[in-house]
């Protein structure tokens, strides 16, 4: 069955970041999220097994397939192979996903993070896009492909190996366009290029483009005043041929808000603002930030209990800023409930699952030598 782009709104709901309280979803919050969403005439919910240390699916359930018709939405989520230790797995994950989710069948199902070494390779040892298929023909499953997190010569071959694939979540933003870790810009084109249908994650790359140094900001709001720096970013993949959905991890009304306006009289960019994000692009890639997209893939597994993502952002805040006092008393503030970066073991989990293949030890290390003196 061919994905049909008409029925799916162009904005789509990532379910990975969901506001919290008390260190838990908050359910209230996120109910009168989806009602926003889905009263804007928007559908698509993007969720996974392992997102909010499993919770994510669950709350899917509570907020949407238990309070909405099923054929008002669609639903994805994605098959994490470094949860199997052998072939049947894939069932007893995927039983455990319909049960958690509420439903009968997924709309779309991904094969998570696909990318270089043993996540690609167990994929293929346990037969993961067959069984996908199988699971297409039971009636299980909408629509079959993956995220990818690899090389293009890897996307290259999987797509060679596999024209069975129906779409590709990628990895795409203006800074990363020609970043050489993330390749956003060469994976963009083998997939269009194929006439494979895109879904976006990471447009705005974690938050990093929704603040931007004052000038940057400016230049863009020379253009258009009243537009949010995420507009901006979300407008940019959006307007891109072959681009099915672009997914937005809203963690609060006004996240939601501002992407609804963005998308409910959709404008692309026009030749003019393309150039302007390119200028802007080319001005921020002279400043050394650390690449992280905030996913928390990181944190389930520390066993100093460092919340990774916000140390990070503390580094990258100084490193755009240059000033130290406000990162320093973030960095203070945060570790009166997580780990301190010194508390790092150096036990590499964390490295090997980090989608952007950041040198985290390396980098605890200069947050305690930047923060912790």
């Known amino acids: ?19 919290q309280k008390d260190g838990v979803i908050d359910m209230d919050h996120v109910c009168r ?73 997924f709309d779309f199902y991904l094969l998570h993070s696909v ?37 293009p010569a890897l996307l290259e071959e999987v797509l060679d190996k596999h024209p069975e694939t129906e779409f590709v979540q990628i990895q795409l933003n203006y800074a990363d366009w020609n970043n050489p870790v993330v390749h956003s810009g060469k994976l963009y084109g083998i997939l269009h290029k194929r006439n494979i249908p895109i879904i976006v994650m990471e447009p705005v790359k974690g938050g990093l483009l929704v603040k ?13 005043p009243d537009s949010s720096m ?67 893939y990181c944190c389930d597994g520390c066993p100093a209990r460092i919340s990774i993502p916000d140390v990070i952002s503390a580094l990258n805040t100084l490193r755009l800023y240059n000033e130290e006092f406000r990162p320093r008393m973030f960095y203070n503030g945060l570790v009166q409930s997580s780990g301190k970066a010194s508390s790092c073991v150096e036990c590499g989990q964390c490295e090997k699952i980090c989608p952007q293949h950041l040198p985290i030890i390396k980098l605890m290390k200069e947050a305690a030598k930047t923060f912790e003196v």
């Open 33 to 105: 999220m989806v009602d926003k969403y889905m009263a804007s005439g928007m559908n698509y919910f993007d969720t996974a097994y392992i997102y909010h240390g499993g919770k994510s699916e669950s709350a899917a359930k509570e907020a949407l397939t238990k309070r909405y018709p099923r054929e008002d939405f669609m639903l994805a989520t994605k098959l994490p192979v470094w949860e199997m230790k052998k072939k049947e797995d894939a069932d007893r994950i995927f039983e455990d996903q319909l049960q958690r989710a509420g439903v009968s069948r």
């Open 212 to 224: 931007l140094q004052p000038e940057l900001e400016e230049k863009f709001r020379s253009q258009r």
């Open 1 to 19: 069955m061919a994905v049909d782009l008409s029925k799916m709104s162009k904005l789509g709901f990532g379910l990975m970041r969901l506001p």
């Open 230 to 296: 995420a507009s901006w970013a979300l407008r940019y993949v959006a307007s891109l041929p072959g681009v099915m959905t672009v997914l937005s991890g809203m963690s609060d009304d006004s996240q939601m808000d501002d992407n609804i306006a963005t998308f409910k009289n959709f404008e692309p960019l026009s030749e003019k603002e393309k150039a302007l994000v390119e200028e802007v692009r080319d001005i921020m890639l002279n400043i050394p930030l650390i690449g992280c997209t905030s996913c928390r």
């Open 115 to 151: 990318e270089e070494g043993s996540n690609y390779a167990d994929y293929e040892r346990y037969d993961c896009f067959g069984w996908g298929m199988k699971k297409k023909e039971e009636g299980l499953i909408g629509h079959f492909g993956f995220s990818f997190h690899g090389s």
